[in-house]
């Protein structure tokens, strides 16, 4: 039997003649009926081109250069332009990365979904609007009815995304391509969609076709893998053969760059980046960057070859050496000095809402309500929560690029006030999410480190060119870098550059943003690895906020979590990581893919979205998700309940358990 | 000394103006960023054609920006006496284009007057078309005409078909010698557009124009190219010095423009609050009050003042000149409002990103922030603002000068061709040249800045010009 | 929604006021009565007696802002600027220098302006849309990228030129409509149809590609991928979804010049002899009637912030995103 999508030496070029950039080079594999096959690859490794060549909706410029496409018995990539119009949607439906972008912002959510069932299922008036209401209820958006008259702005990530799916199902398509379908969605969320992914795939038995960079999500949801690389497909394998034991050096970087809970040991980094498409290459593409590689990789291209059932390119596929065990540095313990660096009381960050005719302040968005931290020298306390808890807004009030509404900061224990801000300049600095956004563009990375110092006067003006040479070296940069311009670097170079920029006055505390989580896997770790060393050689203490879990796993000493504007929990990262015991705690720990196929792993699933903090809920925040929750969770937020060990939840339900 | 310079207020800011745009190309060669975009608009064959015509329009009008006033010929040598004609460099160039005044209108390459008259002959008074005094005044009889005029022709272009391989022949032999290949290489790559410029595009433009600038020369020594005007005066000649009031108003206009549509703008995005209330209240105020009615009232009032202050400006050109610069100002305070909104737009985008608030972590003060962060951040849309404008208050001079209130009557400008003539379409014959030569040299400027300022936002600013 | 509104309108007031300090600073303070009595009665006539009979007839034989001879109130209201800057927020605008009452004028002009007006908006925005909508259907081929030079080289032609040679050859030399002139009723169609045309011709060049870059703009946005990822037709696509979005700033940056519609067009009436605002206006500058202009810069200013309001409804009407938040 004919598998459901057989795709066949597919080659996506862009532009034509000589100069024609092959994106996609000879990619083949199948997906069966009720199978979920995963494209696992890195940014610019062209996987979401090779899902848009499979649809025919490639961009201005790009067009199939060679291969095959099989949908069933249909030849995809010869039918005319007007039949392929009935396979989009009704065959194969597509759903995107950013829901809130691939839904049209003035059409009505309803609209969008009847749309696709008049074409594909020749329903009109109410009947469509009934199908379109049925499809929502299956995705699991409450209310349904009411939700078909609503614009996508009026809907949270999570919903819209379900749209979103909802629409892809209206053509009743036979294949589901899911091109990075939960990224852009916070934890909890992703966990809701990709249940309902999973479900609808079994009820209707669909292929679906998972695009995605997180070895988690495939983990949980694909029953094979293929790897991309570079254009190219490089092993490919039934999911648990896979990740017990991936064959190609690339594969196995991968899962070696990856921070694990419980593994404290330096990340495993790839050298260099993903090659540009113009960057034509003989021999394995991988092979610049491949710590193995021989003289006969870089000219000859590898073939396939299967090993225990995997499929993968690569020469020394057989002869490998066995998985490396990590390199275990164990960390410099910092001396425990009482006396934190970085002590907040009561810190709150209010926005007023104005409305009305004379525009009073009719609330406030409690951005940040009562944080209360402190980090000791040479320590990392991590901030994690979900996106609009306020955990951006806290780290930037702590430097004043906010005003705090209320609350003290005092840093190594003088309080800082509006006359001492150039003294918290000296000491605390910041390292912002996007590297891209971070760095002036019409600087050069020179001017760009000088900055910091000629506005706070560090050091004497003719010593500063010194110092910035020093800096380059310590953040891995070539020398001659401070000549250039930005956009001169990668992704990975340019977050170097950010936190060479916040070194340069010699802080003691440095606040990192999210710093790596507009990187890819195998660059995240080089910088995770720099942040490390420069915390056990400079002593450096990190205020580090993120929503990644793992990452804090690796990097922290304690764990702060975030929920609405509150700390909900806070402790050593052990006890907060381990054994976390504030319900929202829980549910986040739980959510987060597994590569690890462990039994017993149950998810907990949280229903609905987090309030707007411009309306918390009554009593505890937390309450109208909550499990555990009880009539005092409606009445009053609970106090901070102490687990010992510094380890401390605010939870009635968990004071409860105690008493 | 025969002559005294004299440097009325236009010239000296065209050539202030000139002299920062030198400045500003030599900064830009230093930095990369501002740099490269250029290069891609030099490599783009519309915008380089379009920028050869533009450079024969700013060549012409910076000479004819060279003022002086001749000395008379009587005058005593230890207290000389100048003309109160002001001329300029170009007037001398062009020779007795100037000078050579027919009596009333003749049809373009003519050699008699557009209209019979009754003339003396032999005693006996005739209806007929009399000959005109320069125009065709070496001919005998009208057979002759034609011939003549293919001849002429013909020799221009032959002679800048000369000059064009001459010159490309040097090019060839520089370009080869400096790129390390044989002429005949060269030659080969510059027909296949193998170049790393639009050679093909530059030298079809320069022997067009030269082919072009042949055939004027060679026929405006006899002829009047474009006829002339109601007062016997060459339309090519008025033509000609009209090019350098409509680069005085597209240029001038926009250097006013700047500094308010900058300062403000910036300062409304970046310190919002008050700041930007009170800015965002004096522009909508200017914005409101229609543009045409606050330049006529203004030009109203300067003319109120020259009038009553006659003794400040001895010749009429500088009377014309003061009421030219009048109104660049008064442009330019009516039009800061669009450029500066914009910029307060992409202010308030610019002051959340991540580098000004890291600027700010920091400690850098404001000023600094906006020199370093904001400002060159977008200057970019300054410079497209610059070069779209351009063209729009080319075409604005015209309409305000039809309207009463554009640059002064005596001033040769194409809003003043086009006003002192329309009204002739209705007469028989149609007097169609002086309108058709306006409408003509204001097209081809126009069309050249259009296309350049399209070459320019491309480059500068992909999203905006829309292109893939 | 209606607070937002009303918020709006109070905005308005101080704009409106400080229109009318400019103006009157321009025609009063800057340029004094004396000067226009003296611009008006020309070089040969001016003696101060006939400056002073010129400023009593024209009612500027007033202090500017405080009448120190006056009592009471009238210490404020017998001045220049109560008598005839102040009196413009209840649209009383005085006589011109014909004698005329220029409220009444403003009246009867607005219905010929805006018969020319009016079409050449309505049209000139179909016309234009649908343009933009060829060139973005056919983009990338040969037929848009000429389609693009086309619309550079008709908005580098002058807006004059379009008006004369419209009228020389269309009028003149093939006689296919008058030349000028205007009538009330369905009898005035045939004097309307030749500015009409030639004011939509005019505007298609930098219309249709201002439209374009917003079409081609909203094209290469997610969600037209995904209206394609549903199987609907190029054509589908581009009406359903990209047209909708692309009319957002079309339609609001129309609606600021909607109520301006009303002011008519400068040089289109002159040219046509239409006896509209906009020659009305001409006319006044022509014959420096200072009456006249001062009272159409308010009229003008006020049609704008009517205008500006309109663009903030018109905008929460349209774009779902601003009306529901």
């Not at chain 1, 699991?140 to 819209?160: K, Q, W």
């Not at chain 2, 221009?156 to 010698?177: E, T």
């Not at chain 2, 009377?319 to 009516?334: E, P, S, W």
């Not at chain 3, 201002?210 to 589908?236: H, M, N, P, Q």
């Amino acid at each position: 039997m004919k598998p459901l999508l057989s795709v066949d030496r597919l080659v996506t070029e862009f532009g034509r003649g000589a100069d024609a950039l092959r994106v996609i080079d000879g990619v083949s594999f199948y997906v069966a009926a009720g199978e979920t096959y995963a494209l696992l690859g890195e940014s610019g490794s062209g996987k979401s081109i090779t899902a848009l060549s499979l649809m025919r909706l490639l961009p201005d410029g790009g067009h199939i250069a060679a291969g095959s496409v099989h949908l069933g018995e249909q030849d995809v990539l010869a039918l005319p332009e007007r039949d392929m119009r009935s396979v989009r949607g009704g065959g194969m439906a597509m759903i995107f990365q950013e829901p809130m972008l691939a839904l049209n912002p003035v059409v009505k959510v309803g609209t969008q979904i009847v749309e696709v069932l008049v074409l594909h299922q020749r329903l009109a008036g109410p009947a469509a609007w009934d199908a379109a209401r049925g499809l929502l209820d299956s995705v699991g958006v409450p209310d349904a009815a009411r939700r078909l008259e609503s614009y996508p702005f009026e809907l949270s990530g999570g919903l819209r995304q379900r749209v979103m799916i909802a629409m892809a199902l209206a053509g009743r398509p036979k294949l589901l391509i899911a091109d990075e379908p939960t990224t852009a969605l916070d934890v909890t969320i992703q966990a809701q969609v990709l249940d309902v992914l999973r479900r609808l795939r079994t009820e209707q038995q669909m292929g679906m076709l998972l695009i995605t960079h997180d070895l988690g999500v495939v983990a949980e949801n694909a029953d094979r893998v293929g790897v991309m690389y570079a254009g190219e497909l490089v092993e490919e394998g039934a999911r648990d053969a896979f990740f017990a034991a991936p064959q190609h050096p690339y594969s196995r970087m991968l899962f070696e760059a990856l921070p694990r809970p419980g593994d404290g040991g330096r990340l495993t980094t790839i050298p260099g980046q993903v090659p540009g498409f113009d960057q034509t290459q003989r021999g394995c593409r991988f092979a610049p960057r491949c710590p193995f590689a021989i003289a006969r990789c870089r000219t000859e291209s590898p073939d396939w070859q299967t090993l225990d059932g995997q499929r993968v390119r690569c020469h020394l596929a057989a002869g490998l050496p066995a998985r490396s065990e990590r390199e275990m540095t164990a960390h410099a313990k910092s001396g425990e000095i009482t006396q934190p660096l970085l002590q907040v009381d009561g810190l709150k960050v209010h926005f007023p809402v104005r409305r009305g005719f004379f525009q009073r302040t009719v609330g406030h968005v409690r951005a940040v309500d009562e944080v209360s931290l402190s980090i000791r020298a040479g320590r990392t306390l991590a901030l994690v929560g979900e996106s609009g808890c306020g955990k951006t807004t806290v780290g930037k009030a702590l430097l004043r690029l906010i005003e705090p509404t209320a609350g003290t900061i005092a840093l190594g224990g003088e309080t800082i006030l509006a006359d001492n801000v150039a003294m918290l300049r000296r000491q605390a600095q910041m390292v912002f999410q996007d590297p891209f956004s971070s760095l002036n563009p019409r600087m050069r990375v020179a001017d760009i480190l000088l900055e910091g110092m000629d506005a706070l006067g560090v050091g004497a003006a003719r010593d500063r060119r010194e110092a910035m040479t020093q800096l380059l070296r310590q953040v891995g940069l070539p020398e001659d870098a401070g000549g250039r311009y930005p956009h001169a670097f990668s992704g990975g170079q340019r977050q170097r550059i950010a936190i060479a920029r916040a070194l340069a006055v010699s802080p003691r505390l440095v606040i990192c943003d999210e710093p790596t989580s507009a990187l890819d896997v195998s660059v995240q770790a080089q910088i995770l690895n720099l942040l490390k060393d420069l915390q056990d050689s400079l002593g450096l203490a990190y205020l580090f906020i993120t929503h990644n879990l793992a990452v804090v796993d690796y990097l922290a000493h304690d764990v702060a979590v975030m929920y609405l504007g509150r700390i909900v929990e806070q402790g050593a990262a052990a006890d907060v990581l381990r054994a976390p015991r504030h319900p929202y705690t829980q549910a986040l720990v739980s959510a987060v893919p597994r590569i690890e196929t462990q039994t017993g792993h149950t998810i907990i699933r949280l229903p609905g979205d987090q309030p707007s903090p411009l309306n918390p809920p009554v009593g505890c925040h937390f309450h109208p998700r909550c499990t555990h929750a009880s009539e005092a969770c409606r009445l009053a937020y609970p106090e901070q309940t102490d687990l010992g060990n510094g380890h401390w939840a605010r939870c009635h339900w968990v004071a409860g358990q105690l008493s | 000394m025969s002559v005294m310079p004299v440097i009325l207020w236009t010239d000296a800011l065209i050539f202030a103006l000139l002299a920062s745009v030198l400045v500003l190309v030599w900064l830009i060669r230093r930095q990369e960023h501002l740099r490269a975009p250029w290069r891609a608009v030099a490599q783009r064959p519309m915008a380089m054609g379009a920028a050869l015509v533009l450079s024969v329009f700013v060549v012409t009008g910076l000479l004819d920006s060279l003022h002086y006033r001749e000395k008379l010929p009587d005058s005593p040598a230890d207290r000389p006496h100048y003309s109160v004609e002001v001329l300029s460099v170009f007037d001398k160039l062009v020779g007795d284009l100037r000078t050579r005044q027919e009596k009333t209108y003749s049809a373009p390459l003519a050699m008699q007057l557009y209209a019979k008259e009754f003339v003396q002959r032999d005693g006996v008074t005739v209806r007929e078309y009399p000959r005109l005094k320069f125009g065709g005044a070496h001919l005998q009889t009208e057979a002759e005409r034609i011939p003549d005029i293919a001849r002429r022709s013909l020799t221009g272009l032959v002679q800048g078909l000369a000059v064009s391989l001459l010159l490309f022949g040097l090019l060839a032999a520089w370009q080869a010698h400096r790129s390390h290949m044989s002429s005949g290489q060269w030659l080969v790559a510059w027909r296949a557009g193998r170049l790393d410029w639009p050679a093909r595009t530059v030298v079809l433009i320069v022997s067009v124009l030269l082919m072009l600038g042949g055939m004027l020369l060679n026929l405006a020594a006899a002829y009047h190219v474009f006829g002339t005007d109601k007062v016997g005066q060459d339309v090519l000649y008025i033509s000609l010095k009209s090019i350098r009031t409509g680069l005085v108003i597209g240029t001038l206009t926009t250097l006013v423009t700047l500094p308010l549509a900058i300062g403000f703008g910036i300062a409304a995005g970046y310190f919002r609050g008050w700041v930007d209330d009170v800015i965002q209240y004096v522009y909508t105020v200017l914005n409101s009050i229609p543009g045409v009615l606050l330049i006529a009232a203004a030009v109203l009032i300067v003319q109120v003042y020259i009038e009553s202050n006659p003794d400040l400006f001895d010749t009429a050109a500088a009377r014309a000149d003061i009421r030219l610069l009048a109104l660049c100002l008064i442009m330019g305070v009516t039009s800061w409002t669009g450029l500066a909104r914009l910029l307060r737009g992409e202010s308030l985008k610019l002051r959340t990103l991540d580098y000004v608030e890291a600027a700010r972590a920091f400690g850098v003060s404001h000023a600094r922030i906006i020199g370093r962060h904001i400002f060159p951040n977008l200057f970019h849309l300054v410079l497209i603002a610059i070069v779209l404008d351009f063209s729009g208050l080319v075409l604005a001079e015209a309409v305000l000068s039809y309207v009463g209130v554009g640059v002064d009557p005596s001033m040769h400008s194409w809003g003043n061709m086009i006003n002192g003539s329309r009204l002739e379409l209705a007469r028989e014959p149609v007097v169609w040249w002086q309108l058709g030569a306006a409408f003509a040299f204001m097209f081809t400027l126009v069309l050249a800045a259009n296309l350049f300022a399209d070459g320019v936002r491309d480059a500068f600013d992909p999203r905006q010009g829309g292109r893939r | 929604m209606l607070a937002y509104i009303l918020r709006r309108l109070l905005y308005a007031i101080p704009i409106l006021i400080g229109v009318n300090l400019l103006t009157f600073a321009l025609f009063f303070v800057v340029n004094t009565p004396d000067d226009m009595a003296r611009l008006q009665l020309g070089a040969k006539h001016v003696t101060p007696d006939a400056i002073e009979r010129w400023k009593v007839e024209h009612g500027y034989d007033k202090p500017l802002l405080l009448n120190v001879q006056a009592s009471g109130s009238a210490q404020l209201t017998d001045t220049i600027f109560f008598q005839h800057s102040a009196t413009m927020f209840v649209f009383e605008f005085g006589k011109g220098d014909d004698g005329r009452n220029i409220g009444n004028e403003i009246r009867t002009r607005m219905g010929p302006s805006l018969a020319i007006a009016l079409p050449v908006f309505v049209i000139g925005l179909l016309v234009n849309i649908t343009f933009a909508l060829l060139m973005v259907f056919f983009r990338s081929t040969y037929l848009d990228l000429w389609g693009v030079v086309l619309c550079v080289v008709l908005m580098s032609i002058s807006g004059l030129f379009y008006i004369i040679a419209g009228q020389f050859f269309i009028a003149k030399l093939w006689n296919l409509l008058p030349i000028s002139g205007f009538a009330g009723g369905i009898d005035g169609l045939r004097f309307i149809v030749l500015p009409v045309l030639i004011g939509v011709v005019a505007g298609i060049g930098s219309g249709s590609r201002w439209y374009r870059t917003i079409f081609l703009e909203e094209i290469g946005k997610d969600y037209v991928r995904t209206a394609r990822a549903k199987g609907l037709s190029e054509v589908r696509v581009l009406f359903r979804h990209v047209l909708k979005n692309g009319m957002i700033p079309i339609l609001t940056g129309a609606v600021v010049v909607l109520p301006l519609l009303f002011m008519g067009s400068l040089i289109t009436e002159s040219f046509f002899g239409i006896p509209g605002l906009g020659s009305y206006t001409i006319d006044a500058i022509q014959a420096q009637d200072f009456a006249v202009v001062r009272a159409m810069v308010f009229l003008g200013s006020f049609l704008y912030i009517v205008g500006l309001i309109l663009t903030d409804i018109s905008y929460s009407w349209a774009d779902p995103r601003v009306r529901l938040q």
